[in-house]
């Protein structure tokens, strides 16, 4: 689950326009390669982008278009590596929407703020969630048989099926003798669980064979 508020100043945008800047940033944010579509199409369900003008912004620098976005997401989410890879691509969204598809590069006029909400501080269908976000988003991968090969130096996350550069993977968990590496922690918390559900599991299951970072 993900929100994105955006907030735009110094920019008169008609109904249509904040339409297509949420939907621009709803597409940057989906269109993983190497995911599954079920994974994508889940995903896309649970992220909301909002869009909206503020009736006063002050701030200081150059006259011109100013945006402040601020994603919240799980806590588990809230990552370097995830920062790292959803600033950018919140920015060339947006300035993909502008005359000049290069300012927000060199301006520093589109502000992203990445908020982690802590365990049980998000909910959906009534309740607080936890890993049942997770299983929400990847029901329809996890249902089926994927019969894809791994690329080299690659291995496919068995949660929500996304490709994991093997030589990066900080979260990785070893199960039955084989070394599975997921994209999140929270895509681990899953396969943990079921593990630990699992009563035919026994000695072979991931205890004391769990690594991460």
Known sequence: ??????????RPMTVEQE????????????????TPESTIESARELIHVLVGRPRAWA???????????????????????????????????????????????????CVAQLIGLREHHVGTLGRATTSALTRLMTGG???????????TGGAID???GMVVDRATATITLIHDGVQHAFCSASCRK???????????????????AAQQG
Request: aromatic residues 4%.
């Open 19 to 34: 339409h297509d800047l949420a939907d621009r940033l709803l597409r940057a944010l989906t269109e993983a390669e190497q």
């Open 59 to 109: 701030t200081g620098g150059p006259a011109g278009p100013r945006y402040l976005v601020r994603v919240t997401v799980p806590g588990a989410w809230a990552t370097a590596e995830f920062a790292r890879t959803v600033v950018p691509l919140i920015t060339d969204a947006i300035a993909g929407t502008e005359p000049d598809p290069t300012r927000l590069r060199r301006e520093p006029h």
């Open 190 to 208: 899953v396969v943990l669980e079921d593990v630990s559900m699992d009563p035919g599991a026994g000695s072979g299951g991931a205890s004391g």
């Open 158 to 160: 068995p949660v929500c």
């Open 141 to 151: 991968y996890r249902g089926v048989d994927d019969e894809r090969t791994a690329p």
């Open 1 to 10: 689950m993900m929100t994105v508020e955006v907030s735009v100043a110094g």
